[in-house]
Nanobody, 120 residues
């Protein structure tokens, strides 16, 4: 069984910083793409940033220059460093990973979500 466990959410003031972590564990053969999504009340879940196994990175325009996605050297943990946070960054943040658990067995897995609230 595969688990993605997120941590690091909470309350932060506008202009502040926060770091999210997401660690994958379980019967894992390989981890490919890892990404962060977010969902605000009444809105669809949207991609924030993604990083491939090879280190290629994608950001959506609203977070470019403010957020940084990275992976640890083992490739099992993905981070999201968020700076200059704005009110509109308030959302539940989810990590997602493309994980192989064996030959021909690759699926996408989601974390449970962590609340980030930007408020004065």
């Amino acid at each position: 069984q595969v688990q993605l466990v997120e941590s690091g959410g909470g309350l932060v003031q506008p202009g502040g910083s926060m770091r999210l972590s997401c660690a994958a564990s379980g019967r894992i053969s390989a981890i490919y793409d890892m990404s962060w999504y977010r969902q605000s009340p009444g809105k669809q879940r949207e991609l924030v940033a993604a990083i491939t196994r090879g280190g290629s990175i994608t950001y959506v325009n609203p977070v470019k220059g403010r957020f940084t996605i990275s992976r640890d050297s083992a490739g099992n943990t993905v981070y999201l460093e968020m700076n200059s946070l704005k009110l509109e960054d308030t959302a539940v943040y989810y990590c997602k990973a493309q994980i192989s658990t064996g030959p021909g067995q690759t699926s996408h897995y989601w974390g449970q979500g962590t609340q980030v609230t930007v408020s004065s």
